[in-house]
Nanobody, 122 residues
Framework: QVQLVESGGGLVQAGGSLRLSCAAS?????MGWFRQAPGKEREFVAA????????YYADSVKGRFTIPSDNAKNMVYLQMNLLKPEDTAVYYC??????????????????WGQGTQVTVSS
C-alpha cells in the first residue's frame, strides 16, 4: 500500500505561479497529476516515469507546467506557471506501482492523494 500526501495549492492571479508537492510512502513506477473542475471529468495534467525519468504533459499545460522530481525524497512536484482561470480545479496526485502503457487514464492509477484546490482569478 502506498500513501500519497499532497501539499501546496491556493489562490493566485492569472499569470502567476504555484507549486504542488506530492510525497509517496513507497517506490512506484509512475506518478502523475490530474485535475477536476466542478461539473467536469477528472483530466490528465502531467506524469513522470521514474524509470528513465521521462515526463509527459497534457497539451493544455505544455510550456507552462513542469513536473520536477526528487528521487531521494520520493517526491514529485507540479510547477505551474502562467496560470489561467481555466486551470482552476482540484488537483490530485496519483501513482501506480505497475507499469502503465498509457498515462492519461485516471482509472489505471491505484493510489491517489487527498486533492488540493487551485484557484486562478482573472
Amino acid at each position: 500500500q502506498v500513501q500519497l500526501v499532497e501539499s501546496g495549492g491556493g489562490l493566485v492571479q492569472a499569470g502567476g505561479s504555484l507549486r504542488l508537492s506530492c510525497a509517496a510512502s513507497g517506490r512506484v513506477s509512475v506518478m502523475g497529476w490530474f485535475r477536476q473542475a466542478p461539473g467536469k471529468e477528472r483530466e490528465f495534467v502531467a506524469a513522470f516515469r521514474w524509470s528513465g525519468g521521462t515526463s509527459y504533459y497534457a497539451d493544455s499545460v505544455k510550456g507552462r507546467f513542469t513536473i520536477p522530481s526528487d528521487n531521494a525524497k520520493n517526491m514529485v512536484y507540479l510547477q505551474m506557471n502562467l496560470l489561467k482561470p481555466e486551470d482552476t480545479a482540484v488537483y490530485y496526485c496519483a501513482a501506480s506501482m505497475a507499469y502503465l502503457s498509457t498515462l492519461y487514464d485516471p482509472g489505471l492509477y491505484r493510489y491517489w492523494g487527498q486533492g488540493t484546490q487551485v484557484t486562478v482569478s482573472s
